[in-house]
Nanobody
């Protein structure tokens, strides 16, 4: 059974950092492009960052460029999202997702491209 499990969310003050983890079971993450998405209350789920199948390419939403970094640890079958300089507008439920259909050097942010999803982890940025 293919499963993605996010962890690492929580409450953080503005300017702080969090690292989210996306652990896979039942499949090897390195064979998939991985995306991080977030959904704030009353808003659409939006793409935050993605990492291509072989880890050579990344994309970031303009709102997080320079603050968030996506990375992969193949030995742990886990993808991370390091979030620095957090802002209140980063508050959302964060989801990771896996996309099986892309070339090794390609990842995309539209959520419709992703096949498997985790259950999400809440990130709240507030003083």
């Amino acid at each position: 059974q293919l499963q993605l499990v996010e962890s690492g969310g929580g409450l953080m003050q503005p300017g702080g950092s969090l690292r989210l983890s996306c652990a896979a079971s039942g499949f090897t993450l390195d064979y998939y492009a991985i995306g991080w998405f977030r959904q704030a209350p009353g808003k659409e789920r939006e793409g935050v960052s993605c990492l291509s199948r072989r880890g050579g390419s990344t994309k970031y939403a303009d709102s997080v460029k320079g603050r968030f970094t996506i990375s992969r640890d193949n030995a742990k079958n886990t993808v991370y999202l390091q979030m620095n300089s957090l802002k209140p507008e980063d508050t959302a439920v964060y989801y990771c997702a896996a996309d099986a259909g892309k070339l090794p050097s390609v990842c995309v942010l539209p959520k419709s491209e992703y096949d498997y999803w985790g259950q999400g982890t809440q990130v709240t940025v507030s003083s």
